[in-house]
């Protein structure tokens, strides 16, 4: 297992993997979150990876978690629809936003950045396509 050294954005203390049962009650067994050490005074989490244990993005406090999981959602319906694959996608995605491929995850972006997904993706699905 890869050691990683992660510092909460928010409280600059250090993050440590626990169970994920610690901020989840519903957690599924061998579930893990990288969570700040002020936990839950500072509310900031992140999923792992199960097979390697490195973190799935960035530590996110409440907000930020829930608009990356509207991010998400907006981004799954172009392949959900059938518009596109997944990989074409997070490709298109990634030409949209100007970023190299190693920083086009949502699990990385800021609350703007999400937005930008979610206006992005509501456009290329909506029928009129938004104004370019």
């Known amino acids: 297992m890869k050691h990683v050294n992660i510092k909460c954005p928010y409280c600059r203390s ?3 993997l626990r169970p994920a049962s610690v901020v989840h009650e519903r957690a599924a067994p061998g579930e893990e979150v990288y969570v700040c050490a002020r936990f839950p005074a500072c509310n900031a989490y992140v999923s792992a990876h199960r097979d390697s244990h490195l973190p799935m993005g960035t530590l996110a406090d409440k907000s930020l978690r829930q608009k990356r999981r509207q991010a998400h959602i907006a981004l ?3 392949w959900e629809r059938g518009l596109m694959t997944r990989k074409e996608a997070y490709r298109w ?3 949209q936003l100007g970023l190299p491929e190693s920083e ?3 699990g990385r972006f800021s609350e703007f950045r999400c937005e ?3 206006d ?11 104004a370019a």
């Open 14 to 16: 250090r993050a440590l």
């Open 76 to 78: 799954n319906q172009l």
């Open 93 to 95: 995605l990634q030409v």
């Open 104 to 106: 086009a995850h949502i």
């Open 116 to 118: 930008q997904v979610i």
């Open 120 to 130: 992005l993706c509501g456009c290329f699905t909506s029928a009129d396509r938004c």
